[in-house]
């Protein structure tokens, strides 16, 4: 099998994230006799700033961790939840249908940075100083600029130089578009993270303290009193075409923390598969699995026609019932066992046919009625206010192979980020930081970085799982993953992407179990997603049927599956996904980068 770089093995660490320099850095860190929770802490502050167009210190963030001595698995959710005046009568009273892409009436309680200090704090080893410090000296001195940021920031110039310009102070410098390969500071946000650590280490001598201390800072200080002053103040531009302030305040961000719980487990002929609750669209991997389970996968050719049409036609019925069913289980019941329930599985099973399917068709668990949100079952549609609006986070658009996210329009679609990090003592993390995007809301001028936009994918009718609500989490799109075998911990992988992230984690997973392919080999290999089902970003549209390949596919294969009904469309030849992976096995660590966009490497020894 073609693989365009090794599978790295090694014994001391491995680390794997979406660019060269947060790798490098995680590698650093266990270098220096770090573990993974240390390793991950500062694998992710550098990716805010190596990939700020990705995600950001005001972002959210689920992750999955393993500790070996305890040997427990655990989520931490970063997902903030929904600030107390985001209600469904405020933002209708504003005449809006949904919630806008972009802007301040996006904004959920950040979450990402608190996510972070709780690993650090129960399972990390290291100080504040340490795992900030490659990120701060990236900010203070300059990130060498990948060809995605100027992409991004071209996109949303008129924006930020006629509405938003504490943006366009920051990444147009000199009035101008940055280079690519050339410096871009952001000393402001340095100032930030400096201060922060100052003032908690003032509190005291213990490391275990001056994490917690750093989180109150955040929470209840001087950052909280920043943000609660600008969503008060200013009245931004978004992608409704409005003018809107913000309804995040500082007593929402004082009220949040970050919280550990139990990881949803599936077992897959063996592997324990894990992933984050239906606050996130995380079962709806488990859903496809347990509708593969009845099938011969390894039967099939992993390039074939079978293949793609397969787990498409699974695809489309999770997805559906990630629609009808999945929102945050503290406000309502989702019926997850009912939907992992091989009862369940072989009925929904029995309605793939040979033929592509043009429906959303949601499940009726244990005896439950489906519910869709009216603005999919009447159709509706939103036009953005302009181009790179909204987040529909997927490369399928023209361009060039270095950059497959710009469209033919020239605006450039969103993404996030993802990191995994084994330790030589078998701690494990999947991480998928993102949001705080520098084109999802103004820079806040004092701390350096821009508000999150997650609260894009509550509904605004009341009676769904997914309705707005004050104090609820958004259906987060962000998924990582961690494979048990045996009990044990085996996997951590995941991928930016949206909607499609547990699609291209779906792909990469079969092939590796039923194919015998390594962890490169299947990050390489050609790959595809539907675009059937309503997207979870502004301006919410779905496009049944479409399946979107990349142009390594056999043109066989794209003729059968059009014979079989479905809208292909055949993108670049690498442009499908941005996974990583990482795993112990056979007293050795593995790991794995996507190529795809020049920015993702996997390192270790």
């Known amino acids: 099998m073609f693989t365009t770089r090794p599978e790295i093995l090694g014994t001391f660490g491995v680390v794997a994230s979406t660019h060269w320099l947060a790798s490098a850095t995680g590698m650093g860190i266990l270098e220096r006799g770090g573990n993974a929770f240390d390793a991950a802490v500062a694998t992710g502050m550098v990716l805010q700033v190596a990939e700020p167009h990705l995600n950001g210190p005001a972002g959210d963030m689920p992750l999955i961790l393993h500790e070996a001595k305890t040997g427990e698995t655990?989520?931490?959710?970063?997902?903030?939840?929904?600030?107390?005046?985001?209600?469904?009568?405020?933002?209708?009273?504003?005449?809006?249908?949904?919630?806008?892409?972009?802007?301040?009436?996006?904004?959920?309680?950040?979450?990402?940075?608190?996510?972070?200090?709780l690993m650090l704090r129960d399972h990390g080893t290291m100080r504040l100083e340490d795992v900030f410090e490659a990120a701060i000296g990236y900010?203070?001195?300059?990130?060498?600029?990948?060809?995605?940021?100027?992409?991004?920031?071209?996109?949303?110039?008129?924006?930020?130089?006629?509405?938003?310009?504490?943006?366009?102070?920051?990444?147009?410098?000199?009035?101008?578009?940055?280079?690519?390969?050339?410096?871009?500071?952001?000393?402001?946000?340095?100032?930030?993270?400096?201060?922060?650590?100052?003032?908690?280490?003032?509190?005291?001598?213990?490391?275990t303290e001056q994490v917690e201390a750093a989180r109150r800072?955040?929470?209840?200080?001087?950052?909280?009193?920043?943000?609660?002053?600008?969503?008060?103040?200013?009245?931004?531009?978004?992608?409704?075409?409005?003018?809107?302030?913000?309804?995040?305040?500082?007593?929402?961000?004082?009220?949040?923390?970050?919280?550990?719980?139990?990881?949803?487990?599936?077992?897959?002929?063996?592997?324990?598969?894990?992933?984050?609750?239906?606050?996130?669209?995380?079962?709806?991997?488990?859903?496809?699995l347990s509708l593969m389970a009845g099938m011969d996968v390894a039967a099939m050719d992993p390039l074939g026609a079978d293949f793609v049409h397969t787990v498409?036609?699974?695809?489309?019925?999770?997805?559906?019932?990630?629609?009808?069913?999945?929102?945050?289980?503290?406000?309502v019941d989702v019926p997850v066992d009912d939907l992992l329930s091989k009862a369940y599985a072989d009925e929904r099973r029995a309605l793939i046919g040979d033929r592509a399917s043009h429906e959303l068709s949601p499940g009726a668990p244990g005896g439950r009625q489906p519910k869709l949100a009216d603005f999919i079952t009447e159709g509706r549609t939103v036009t953005p206010m302009a181009a790179g609006a909204g987040e529909p986070t997927v490369a399928r658009y023209g361009g060039?192979?270095?950059?497959?996210?710009?469209?033919?329009?020239?605006?450039?679609?969103?993404?996030?980020?993802?990191?995994?990090?084994?330790?030589?003592?078998?701690?494990?993390?999947?991480?998928?930081?993102?949001?705080?995007?520098?084109?999802?809301?103004?820079?806040?001028?004092?701390?350096?970085?821009a508000l999150g936009s997650r609260a894009q994918m509550f509904w605004l009718e009341e009676g769904l799982p997914a309705s707005l609500a004050p104090g609820k989490r958004p259906r987060t799109t962000l998924t990582p993953s961690l494979v048990l075998r045996g009990g044990e911990a085996w996997m951590p992988f995941g991928t930016p992407g949206g909607d499609q992230q547990d699609q291209w984690q779906l792909i990469l997973l079969l092939r590796h179990l039923h194919h015998g392919l390594n962890l490169q080999e299947a990050i390489d290999i050609p790959s595809f997603h539907t675009e059937h089902f309503p997207s979870s970003f502004y301006p919410r549209a779905s496009r049944p049927g479409v399946v979107v390949m990349e142009g390594r596919w056999s043109a066989d294969v794209v003729t059968e599956l059009r014979r079989r009904g479905h809208e292909v469309e055949v993108g670049l030849d690498w442009s499908e996904g941005r996974l990583t992976a990482a795993k112990k096995e056979d007293g050795l660590l593995k790991a794995a980068a996507n190529p795809r966009g020049m920015q993702g490497y996997a390192v270790g020894r």
Request: aromatic content about 8%; charged content about 20%.
């Open 74 to 117: 655990k989520v931490i959710c970063g997902q903030g939840p929904a600030p107390a005046g985001a209600t469904i009568e405020h933002y209708r009273g504003l005449g809006l249908e949904i919630v806008p892409g972009t802007g301040l009436l996006a904004t959920c309680i950040p979450g990402v940075f608190d996510a972070w200090m």
């Open 400 to 449: 060039t192979d270095d950059d497959p996210n710009t469209r033919p329009d020239g605006s450039t679609a969103g993404d996030t980020c993802h990191l995994d990090i084994i330790d030589r003592w078998g701690n494990m993390v999947s991480a998928t930081p993102s949001g705080g995007w520098l084109q999802s809301s103004p820079l806040i001028p004092e701390l350096g970085f």
């Open 139 to 207: 900010a203070e001195n300059g990130v060498p600029l990948v060809p995605r940021i100027i992409e991004t920031v071209g996109t949303v110039r008129e924006l930020f130089e006629t509405e938003w310009p504490t943006s366009a102070a920051q990444w147009l410098p000199g009035g101008d578009l940055p280079k690519a390969g050339t410096l871009l500071a952001n000393r402001t946000l340095a100032a930030t993270w400096r201060r922060l650590i100052e003032e908690a280490k003032a509190t005291s001598a213990d490391r």
């Open 217 to 288: 800072i955040w929470a209840e200080g001087f950052i909280a009193d920043v943000i609660d002053r600008f969503c008060r103040d200013n009245a931004v531009l978004d992608a409704s075409g409005g003018r809107h302030r913000g309804v995040l305040t500082g007593a929402d961000m004082a009220g949040w923390r970050a919280t550990c719980e139990n990881p949803l487990i599936y077992d897959y002929h063996g592997y324990g598969v894990c992933k984050c609750g239906p606050w996130s669209q995380g079962p709806a991997l488990l859903q496809n």
């Open 312 to 331: 498409v036609e699974c695809m489309k019925l999770s997805y559906a019932d990630r629609e009808a069913w999945y929102g945050d289980p503290e406000f």
